[in-house]
């Protein structure tokens, strides 16, 4: 391939006459990884894995990475793999772990940024599967100005005991049937040794999926990307595409900007609430907006919310995983129906080098009568998107609730506090959790966390205790995509900074309506100020190293929680 059809702006380590003229060292490292004078033309892509032993999301990466770099070469380009990090949601779920999970997104976009932008790679690949791998890799493509692609690892399998489907969440699910009596020892021990069966991430409409379905309906992986499991063949066979794909956009000089855009934007979020999705996906596309130099408000995510229904049966709330998509077309299929009703735009740019539309012309539509995963529009299982902007004397700059229906639209309740979520489990291991609590998690955000841990490990608790419709719980922190329940999270302002949050006591009553979009603390003015009075900021729990440096930069939830802006 020619060194001409690479953006004028990219002044390429693999150019011959760029290496000559101003550093002949760097053409020298070249040859000495092995590059022949004949790869010194060719365009260099680099290959971002996330790839690491330690998690199931994670652990085949580095091989789908080569499959990637094959057809890279196959295509006449130079493909260079290098790692970045990733952290286990959930296996940091519950634990103080858990702290460094949304900050790793940050990390692993700055990462993929210095390698790219200091090597002079003329484009990126990322090879992606725990929950924030993806969010990081987009960002980390939206500042450079190289063409880019997102490869998904793909979805986990569904475990199986006792002819019961399983997955992350059952894990959680069982240890609050535990703490209710209500699952034997040996069958709690059945169900966490055989939730999780190998390679992929976690197997419902969780962050992971959430994420990799979006990123596909906003252009920047390839279609189907999002519906192969890890392990099926078409996961390799993707990889091996992504060659001649980036060739493509090297020709035309596509990059992630002229693909991030306004109208792709809601498309990802259009898809987010139509299946179901995570929560975090609202950090996650501001944040993701932000890097692209474009803005993305909580109230612009509630337009979309208010237009487009819920027609996807999905865990956490539903019945089915990501697995039973492929079946019936895949994400694919889904966007197909949704530009076919007017709910996507088909003029946005895709990966392939084709439009939205262009991409879709030859998808099979979607069978209603022979499945029940997906439901027409005019049969949806909500009328109006699950995610829900709160707002109120406890969120004046918004929260965010995950209502799909099934929890009711309207709680109201005697608040018990908690300044960690591990007070919960004790909380309930004694029977202290009772219908018509409100459960408040707080000092929980982005800077008291620090790193706005999830609340997996709490709401499975109280769904596996048999109090998922009897009790609700908000918090300044964040939900895992596998939460389900009456939950709000990303409460701003935090605890941390004053916030309405850091001043509820047990027994204040608290009402959450998602029909009047409204967060409301019983109080009045008056004494919320005599206890705003009273107030002192706590000190931070860290001053040094990752997390003291988050808590310095870090953003708030309404902010998608970006680390990189004064």
Same mark, same amino acid.
């Given at each position: 391939?020619? +060194?001409?059809?690479?953006?004028?702006?990219?002044?390429?380590?693999?150019?011959?006459?760029?290496?000559?003229?101003?550093?002949?060292?760097?053409?020298?490292?070249?040859?000495?990884?092995?590059?022949?004078?004949?790869?010194?033309?060719?365009?260099?892509?680099?290959?971002? +894995?996330?790839?690491?032993?330690?998690?199931?999301?994670?652990?085949?990466?580095?091989?789908?990475?080569?499959?990637?770099?094959?057809?890279?070469?196959?295509?006449?380009?130079?493909?260079?793999?290098?790692?970045?990090?990733?952290?286990? &949601?959930?296996?940091?779920?519950?634990?103080?772990?858990?702290?460094?999970?949304?900050?790793?997104?940050?990390?692993?976009? #700055?990462?993929?940024?210095?390698?790219?932008?200091?090597?002079?790679?003329?484009?990126?690949?990322?090879?992606?599967?725990?929950?924030?791998?993806?969010?990081?890799?987009?960002?980390?493509?939206?500042?450079?100005?190289?063409?880019?692609?997102?490869?998904?690892? %793909?979805?986990?399998?569904?475990?199986?005991?006792?002819?019961?489907?399983?997955?992350?969440?059952?894990?959680?699910?069982?240890?609050?049937?535990?703490?209710?009596?209500?699952?034997? !020892?040996?069958?709690?021990?059945?169900?966490?040794?055989?939730?999780?069966?190998?390679?992929?991430?976690?197997?419902?409409?969780?962050?992971?999926?959430?994420?990799?379905?979006?990123?596909?309906?906003?252009?920047?992986?390839?279609?189907?990307?999002?519906?192969?499991?890890?392990?099926?063949?078409?996961?390799?066979?993707?990889?091996?595409?992504?060659?001649?794909?980036?060739?493509?956009?090297?020709?035309?000089?596509?990059?992630?900007?002229?693909?991030?855009?306004?109208?792709?934007?809601?498309?990802?979020?259009?898809?987010?609430?139509?299946?179901?999705?995570?929560?975090?996906?609202?950090?996650?596309?501001?944040?993701?907006?932000?890097?692209?130099?474009?803005?993305?408000?909580?109230? !612009?995510?509630?337009?979309?919310? #208010?237009?487009?229904?819920?027609?996807?049966?999905?865990?956490?709330?539903?019945?089915?995983?990501?697995? &039973?998509?492929?079946?019936?077309?895949?994400?694919?299929?889904?966007?197909?129906?949704?530009?076919?009703?007017?709910?996507?735009?088909?003029?946005?740019?895709?990966?392939?080098?084709?439009?939205?539309?262009?991409?879709?012309?030859?998808?099979?539509?979607?069978?209603?009568?022979?499945?029940?995963?997906?439901?027409?529009?005019?049969?949806?299982?909500?009328?109006?998107?699950?995610?829900?902007?709160?707002?109120?004397?406890?969120?004046?700059?918004?929260?965010?609730?995950?209502?799909?229906?099934?929890?009711?639209?309207?709680? #109201?309740?005697?608040?018990?506090?908690?300044?960690?979520?591990?007070?919960?489990?004790?909380?309930?291991?004694?029977?202290?959790?009772?219908? *018509?609590?409100?459960?408040?998690?707080?000092?929980?955000?982005?800077?008291? @966390?620090?790193?706005?841990?999830?609340?997996?490990?709490?709401?499975?608790?109280?769904?596996?205790?048999?109090?998922? !419709?009897?009790?609700?719980?908000?918090?300044?922190?964040?939900?895992? @995509? *596998?939460?389900? @329940?009456?939950?709000?999270?990303?409460?701003?302002?935090?605890?941390? !900074?004053? *916030?309405?949050?850091?001043?509820?006591?047990? %027994?204040?009553?608290?009402?959450?309506?998602?029909?009047?979009?409204?967060?409301?603390?019983?109080?009045?003015?008056?004494?919320?100020?005599?206890?705003?009075?009273?107030?002192?900021?706590?000190?931070?729990?860290?001053?040094?190293?990752?997390?003291?440096?988050?808590?310095?930069?870090?953003?708030?939830?309404?902010?998608?929680?970006?680390?990189?802006?004064?």
């Amino acid at each position: 391939m020619s +060194s001409t059809v690479v953006a004028p702006t990219l002044n390429r380590y693999s150019s011959t006459l760029t290496q000559e003229v101003t550093n002949p060292a760097a053409q020298a490292m070249l040859y000495g990884i092995g590059l022949t004078e004949a790869d010194m033309s060719k365009p260099q892509i680099g290959i971002a +894995s996330t790839g690491y032993e330690g998690n199931t999301c994670n652990m085949h990466l580095n091989g789908l990475s080569v499959y990637v770099k094959q057809g890279i070469q196959a295509n006449e380009m130079v493909g260079l793999i290098f790692n970045t990090i990733g952290v286990s &949601d959930g296996m940091t779920n519950g634990n103080d772990g858990m702290r460094y999970s949304l900050p790793s997104r940050d990390l692993i976009a #700055d990462s993929i940024e210095s390698v790219v932008a200091a090597q002079w790679y003329d484009g990126v690949i990322a090879v992606v599967g725990c929950d924030k791998n993806m969010p990081g890799a987009i960002m980390a493509m939206a500042r450079l100005e190289r063409p880019a692609i997102m490869v998904y690892g %793909g979805t986990i399998r569904s475990g199986h005991y006792k002819g019961q489907k399983l997955d992350i969440v059952s894990a959680f699910e069982a240890l609050g049937k535990r703490f209710a009596g209500n699952i034997s !020892d040996e069958d709690f021990k059945g169900v966490v040794q055989n939730a999780i069966p190998g390679a992929g991430a976690c197997g419902g409409m969780y962050t992971a999926n959430t994420m990799a379905s979006s990123i596909e309906a906003m252009g920047l992986s390839l279609p189907f990307s999002s519906s192969y499991p890890a392990t099926h063949e078409g996961k390799q066979e993707e990889c091996r595409k992504i060659g001649a794909a980036m060739k493509r956009l090297l020709e035309l000089n596509l990059t992630p900007k002229e693909i991030i855009t306004q109208k792709s934007l809601e498309n990802a979020l259009t898809i987010v609430m139509a299946l179901g999705g995570s929560t975090n996906a609202t950090l996650h596309y501001i944040a993701i907006a932000r890097a692209a130099g474009l803005t993305l408000t909580l109230d !612009d995510i509630q337009k979309i919310s #208010d237009r487009t229904p819920l027609i996807a049966d999905l865990k956490p709330s539903g019945k089915y995983y990501m697995e &039973d998509m492929l079946a019936i077309g895949g994400v694919p299929a889904v966007m197909k129906y949704l530009l076919k009703e007017g709910l996507i735009h088909g003029d946005c740019l895709t990966v392939t080098g084709k439009t939205v539309a262009e991409n879709m012309a030859e998808i099979p539509e979607i069978d209603f009568e022979n499945q029940k995963i997906v439901f027409p529009l005019s049969q949806p299982i909500k009328k109006t998107g699950h995610i829900q902007i709160l707002y109120g004397n406890l969120a004046p700059e918004g929260g965010v609730a995950k209502i799909t229906g099934k929890e009711g639209e309207r709680f #109201d309740g005697i608040a018990k506090v908690c300044e960690h979520e591990s007070e919960i489990i004790d909380a309930l291991a004694k029977g202290e959790i009772l219908p *018509g609590n409100v459960i408040v998690i707080r000092n929980a955000g982005p800077k008291g @966390g620090p790193g706005m841990s999830e609340m997996l490990k709490p709401t499975s608790a109280v769904m596996g205790a048999g109090l998922g !419709d009897k009790v609700a719980l908000i918090t300044d922190g964040r939900f895992s @995509g *596998g939460t389900h @329940g009456f939950v709000v999270g990303h409460i701003t302002p935090e605890a941390f !900074d004053g *916030g309405p949050i850091a001043l509820v006591k047990d %027994g204040d009553r608290i009402t959450i309506d998602a029909t009047t979009r409204q967060l409301t603390l019983h109080v009045s003015d008056e004494e919320l100020a005599a206890r705003r009075a009273q107030w002192v900021q706590p000190a931070p729990k860290f001053t040094k190293g990752t997390l003291g440096k988050y808590i310095r930069n870090v953003k708030s939830a309404s902010e998608g929680c970006v680390t990189d802006e004064a």
